[in-house]
């Protein structure tokens, strides 16, 4: 009787059906739960996502996201119908200081220049044999952007938003290192060593209008946009307008923390072994650091542009913060623009292209999903 | 390189018109380049009219923070 049930409990256990392609997805949890903890790679996020990894791949939990009755799936809801991220990018707008683009507006044009590593991966995925709704997925990658990543995903190419979660935000943690080196190969000491003159003082006016102007003229060009763009700059207003301090918190603090634990959770929950450990996985993952690199590129070859056109008043090196990634890759322009030039101080220069890099990323992501969405 | 002209044609009348894209399946060389310049375009169009209506904006505002009178 005893040794009868003992054997029905491991038969029925998760222990039974724990195969190797299981196994391998706890390890590849446990790699990115170390690279969360231990190496602080984007933490925020990499954190949720493993734990779901985790969870997904315990056999019997029903904790994957597509797992019908389970937890995860209900959670799941949110990303699938786009919630989660624009309710982050509303924190993200909460957050941000939109003053640098607003003093100097040229920044804007390297915001959408760092855009170009969407498009080449794009390419590239395509003459890899993806369909364009994935190599769409797979090029916003480049964007540097997670929420604009999982949404065009979720929207696009659901089953590769595991892959591409987890490619987008270790990407993001690596800016430090991935950016430098082309920064400097793309660059003369001259270049690298310019001093930009401190940028006007921005009124409060115009740090109020310019969250309305964007909304109504890039939903107005781009209706896909309309959740994330909007949400943006919701966020920005409740930030600028100085009148909803209890909104602005929330959404900058309490709730971007809830949806970050939802999203994280539950992408992470997407990934299965029998998605995941697929030949697609690492071709994402490739493309993702081609995409990262050429984004990185074309901000930087547009600042040599303007560099020239400005007969040396703009440094190059905040052109490749035109990737989004706030506020990594505008620190990544500062460290190596001190670099060259110990008394350079590009942090604040480098802040406009970064913020317009949320803006291109975002409308990036509303062209292919209007070109390829259902 | 042959980029088609149909391609770019597709992509520039569907954005025009907004009529309900039917993507192939696969998109060759040709298709994505017209895509890519495309978009490429869309979104520096789209920056670049952000960057004008916030410069005309920043133009205005500095016009009513001039300092007044003469020497």
């Known amino acids: 009787m005893f040794t009868h049930a003992l054997d029905r409990i491991v038969h029925e256990s998760g222990f039974a059906l724990l195969d190797w392609r299981s196994a391998l997805m706890l390890v590849v949890a446990g790699v990115l739960l170390y690279l969360a903890i231990a190496k602080k790679f984007e933490p925020l996020l990499l954190l949720p996502i493993a734990f779901g990894i985790l969870m997904a791949n315990l056999p019997l939990g029903q904790m994957s996201s597509h797992d019908e009755g389970g937890l995860f799936y209900y959670l799941y809801m949110g990303v699938k119908l786009g919630i989660y991220p624009s309710l982050i990018f509303m924190g993200v707008g909460a957050m941000t200081d939109f003053g640098p683009l607003i003093s100097r507006p040229s920044s804007l044009m390297l915001g959408a220049a760092a855009q170009f590593g969407i498009f080449f991966a794009f390419t590239v995925a395509n003459l890899l044999g993806f369909t364009p709704q994935e190599a769409s997925s797979i090029g916003i990658i480049g964007g540097a952007d997670g929420p604009t990543a999982i949404f065009t995903t979720a929207k696009l190419a659901p089953h590769l938003l595991g892959p591409i979660a987890i490619a987008a935000y270790s990407y993001m943690a690596l800016i430090p290192m991935i950016q430098p080196p082309i920064m400097r190969a793309l660059t003369t000491k001259k270049e690298r060593e310019v001093v930009m003159t401190m940028p006007r003082q921005v009124s409060k006016l115009e740090r109020i209008l310019f969250p309305i102007i964007v909304t109504v003229f890039v939903v107005l060009l781009l209706p896909s946009t309309a959740p994330l763009i909007g949400m943006l700059m919701l966020g920005n207003l409740f930030r600028e307008s100085g009148v909803v301090e209890r909104l602005n918190d929330t959404a900058q603090n309490a709730l971007m923390n809830i949806v970050t634990i939802f999203l994280g959770l539950t992408v992470g929950a997407t990934a299965k072994a029998d998605t995941f450990l697929a030949v697609e996985t690492l071709q994402v993952i490739a493309l993702g650091l081609v995409a990262f690199a050429f984004g990185t590129v074309g901000g930087v070859l547009l600042g040599k542009l303007m560099y020239v056109l400005t007969k040396g008043k703009v440094n190059p090196l905040i052109g490749s913060a035109g990737v989004s990634a706030v506020p990594m890759a505008a620190r990544v322009s500062q460290i190596e623009g001190q670099k060259a030039n110990p008394g350079n101080f590009l942090l604040m220069h480098a802040m406009g292209p970064n913020v317009a890099g949320v803006i291109g990323s975002a409308v990036a992501a509303g062209i292919l999903i209007a070109l390829f969405g259902h | ?71």
């Open chain 2, 1 to 71: 390189m042959n980029i088609s002209g149909s391609a770019w044609l597709t992509v520039l009348v569907t954005w025009v018109t907004r009529l309900t894209y039917e993507p192939p399946a696969k998109l060759d060389l040709s298709e994505s380049l017209a895509v890519t310049a495309f978009s490429v375009l869309v979104v520096f169009l789209a920056l670049a009219s952000i960057w004008l209506v916030v410069a005309i904006l920043g133009r205005i505002m500095q016009s009513f923070h001039k300092p007044r009178g003469g020497a």
